[in-house]
């Protein structure tokens, strides 16, 4: 399988980058031109989120494979302040930047599975993944 | 990079705006953007403004809200807002990302948003003329 890839987060430019990266990925594995919009839309929604709430961290993609099904993993890492409750964030709508508040209720949906890792004051990590159908 | 040196182009063609994003935004250039296009519908009085997204392939909720910021405050202005060039996964990804955009009005391409401005907004009093209203 090819390598993983990393884009860091540092400002809004790197936001483009990011999901830039994503969709080359997502293409090259063979998503349709709609699952690499989902994807490179969720990426963009979660870079953003590090850009604001942590600063900078870092966007990783990679190929994975489970049993006969292949699809692409993202991990959206930062060291920034973690998310206080992860339920509340999930809501659509809710922000405490007065932003829309979509972007992880959006990014879950855009996405097959989802899972936010978080603790106060260390950081937070996002792993999502899509599987080829 | 040319963070802050892009801007993207707005036309005027009689009482019609135009801008045809050919780049993607980043979040400065989109704020840019919606500051040049709401002053410029403030300086020139357009009554429509046509935004073509042919070549956009991201619409996130960032970019999302600024759209319907720009509709919202262009109609405050008397300028109405059409969207062009919407690219069907781009659509299908701002439903399921969960943002609509009320009071945007969309059209298949740039040639079709002119027709819609001429029928619509332009001289909306020829409307008798679209029989079934909202077609
Ligand atoms: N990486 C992060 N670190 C800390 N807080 C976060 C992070 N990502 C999201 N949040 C919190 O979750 C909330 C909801 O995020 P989101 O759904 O993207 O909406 P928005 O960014 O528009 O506020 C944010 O307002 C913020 O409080
Ligand atoms: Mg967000």
New binding site residues.
């Given amino acids: 399988m090819a390598q993983a890839k990393a884009a860091v987060i540092r400002s809004d430019l790197d936001i483009v980058i990011a999901r830039t990266l994503a969709r080359d990925t997502a293409r090259s594995l063979g998503f349709g031109p709609i699952d690499q919009a989902r994807i490179a839309t969720a990426v963009s ?1 979660l870079a ?3 850009f ?3 600063g900078s961290g870092s966007v990783t993609v990679r190929e994975i494979e489970r049993g006969l099904r292949r699809g692409i993993e993202i991990v959206c890492e ?1 060291q ?4 206080p409750d992860i339920e509340l ?1 999930l809501q659509d709508g ?4 007065r ?7 959006g990014a879950r949906r855009l996405m097959d599975e989802f899972d936010i890792q978080t603790q106060a004051g260390v950081g ?1 990590t996002i792993t999502c993944r899509k599987w080829r159908s | 990079m040319n963070s802050s040196g892009l801007r993207i182009p707005i036309l005027k063609v009689e009482e019609v705006l135009i801008a045809s994003i050919q780049v993607a935004l980043h979040d400065a250039s989109a704020v840019q953007f919606k500051d040049d296009l709401l002053q410029k519908i403030h300086d020139t009085k357009a009554r429509g403004v046509i935004i073509d997204l042919t070549a956009i392939d991201v619409v996130d ?1 960032f970019i999302g809200r600024m759209i319907a910021d720009i509709a919202a405050m262009a109609g405050l202005m008397g300028s109405r807002v059409v969207l062009t060039g919407l690219q069907p996964a781009v659509a299908i990804t701002l439903v399921e990302l969960g943002l609509e955009l009320p009071n945007v009005m969309t059209a298949l391409n740039l040639e079709k948003g002119l027709a819609v401005m001429k029928n619509q907004v332009i001289s909306p009093d020829e409307e008798e003329e679209q029989g079934d209203g909202t077609g």
């Fill in positions: 929604e953003r989120n590090i604001l709430y942590a930062d920034g302040p973690g998310i964030s809710y922000s405490t930047s932003g829309m508040g979509m972007g992880l209720p937070t | 909720s």
